[in-house]
Nanobody
């Protein structure tokens, strides 16, 4: 499974970005997908999760109401729409894939990771 994240960049506080993650080498619809982020000096933290069909999503409290995860199984992509961005959202964002049935809110529940894309929010 190969995951390629893109869409990061520099944005002012209050702005928006849309991250995308393209998957290859797998039956994409059999993987539950997640987004994590890691700021300098901090541990990787859960951001959002989406089920196989996209019918179920879950968010970290810190992004709930501002971020939205979606997927397109026909295109083998998962996206993260980020609105009302704050400086504390600055981090490298990673997409990840898992076939496990556990809650999928911790990094060790995921088996495959993309390379990460930098998001920087200026104040």
């Amino acid at each position: 499974v190969q995951l390629q994240a893109s869409g990061g960049g520099l944005v002012q506080a209050g702005g928006s970005l849309r991250l995308s993650c393209a998957a290859s080498g797998c039956s994409f619809s059999t993987y539950r997908m997640g987004w994590f982020r890691q700021a300098p000096g901090k541990e990787r933290e859960f951001v959002a999760f989406i089920s196989w069909s996209g019918g179920s999503t879950y968010y970290a409290d810190s992004v709930k109401g501002r971020f939205s995860i979606s997927r397109d199984n026909a295109k083998n992509t998962v996206s993260l729409q980020m609105n009302s961005l704050k400086p504390e959202d600055t981090a490298v964002y990673y997409c990840a894939a898992s076939q496990r049935l556990t809650p999928l809110t911790t990094a060790d529940e995921y088996d495959y990771w993309g390379q990460g894309t930098q998001v920087t929010v200026s104040s």
